[in-house]
């Protein structure tokens, strides 16, 4: 059977091509440390790390989510923290103001404190997070979710606080299968019932301002206020709880996350790092072979009649 030169220089070109290429690709192995370049390489392998790959970047995405929940309900906690503390010194201060033998003076101070005390708890229900996000004012996170008001009846000015959020409760998808809370309901820390922390302790105050208020008036006033300061009390010890409750959940969640996480990376290792050692004996044998291919070629093709006949 006759070969043509044109078809020995062809097959010879390609055999030479084909080895290039595969000394390119085990350079570009060792380059990149990955042992698939491309799909083509090991599709069943490459389908596994897409797979694998797209869970690892959904697992992280929630540990994202985690971070920022953890940020937003820290911050909670450490309003409702100081809110406990400035509670349990108002009901003292409430208790105080019903000793018989203090003078007009006297209860007026506490009345002062009493309105320091509304001052601070409003600077705590207006709490933000580490992003500037208003903590207890549901959705609306942009504008403080209690608005100071003031008016004034019969000559009397009375001091509230207007609840100007929504109730609506912003969630983290903070794993696969679960949602959490990342906010408190300012109402219902801060209300009870029809009435408000803020309007318990100034209608209090202003009983405590009034000179001619009787004992009676007072005692009325104080077991009003010592029972709202109380229940809004255990609204905020109430919310604690389920804060700290979900701040757990979300130090386990992340434990397992980067657990998951861990496990992910050692799959991809598996599946797509480069053995260098062999690479690079490959590479070594590749090279080898090519420039042996690339001899052998050079001969085949300056052979001619006259070199034969010579």
């Known amino acids: 059977m006759r070969i043509s030169t044109s078809s020995i220089f062809e097959q010879g070109s390609a055999k030479i091509s084909d080895l290039q290429s595969a000394v390119v ?28 790959t797209q869970t690892q970047s959904m697992n992280t995405q929630f540990a994202t989510n985690r971070q920022a929940a953890t ?40 009345a002062t404190q009493l309105r320091q005390g509304f001052d601070s708890l409003l600077s705590l229900a207006n709490a933000t ?18 608005v100071k008001t003031t008016t004034v009846v ?26 959490m809370n990342i906010s408190e309901s300012g109402p219902g820390i801060f209300q009870t019932g029809t009435q408000d922390i803020f309007k318990t302790l100034d209608d209090f105050a202003t009983v405590l301002e009034n000179p001619a208020s009787t004992t009676s ?3 009325t006033a104080l077991q009003t206020a010592n029972t709202n300061i109380g229940a809004t009390l255990d609204n905020v010890l ?4 389920s804060t700290g409750s979900k701040l757990q959940t979300l130090t386990s969640l992340d434990s397992y996350g980067s657990n998951l996480d861990v496990q992910y990376s050692q799959s991809l290792s598996s599946l797509q790092d480069l053995d260098y050692a062999k690479a690079a004996s490959l590479l070594a044998q590749q090279n080898l072979t090519l420039q042996a291919a690339q001899q052998s070629f050079v001969k085949i093709t300056n052979l001619s009649l006259f070199n034969y006949i010579n």
């Open 71 to 110: 940020n937003s309900l820290s911050s909670v906690e450490n309003s409702l923290s100081s809110a406990t503390d400035q509670l349990q010194s108002l009901k003292t201060l409430v208790i105080s103001a019903g000793d018989g033998t203090l003078t007009s003076t006297q209860r007026a101070a506490i």
């Open 129 to 146: 997070d580490g992003t500037g996000n208003y903590v207890f004012g549901g959705y609306k996170t942009a504008t403080p979710p209690f």
């Open 25 to 52: 690709t085990t350079q570009q192995q060792l380059a990149t440390s990955k042992r698939i370049l491309t799909p083509a390489d090991d599709p069943v392998a490459a389908a596994q790390v897409l797979n694998i």
């Open 217 to 219: 008036q007072i005692t």
């Open 238 to 241: 109430t919310a604690r709880a």
């Open 154 to 179: 019969a000559g009397v000015t009375i001091t509230g606080a207007q609840y100007v959020g929504d109730q609506g409760q912003r969630q983290l998808q903070v794993d696969t299968t679960s949602q």
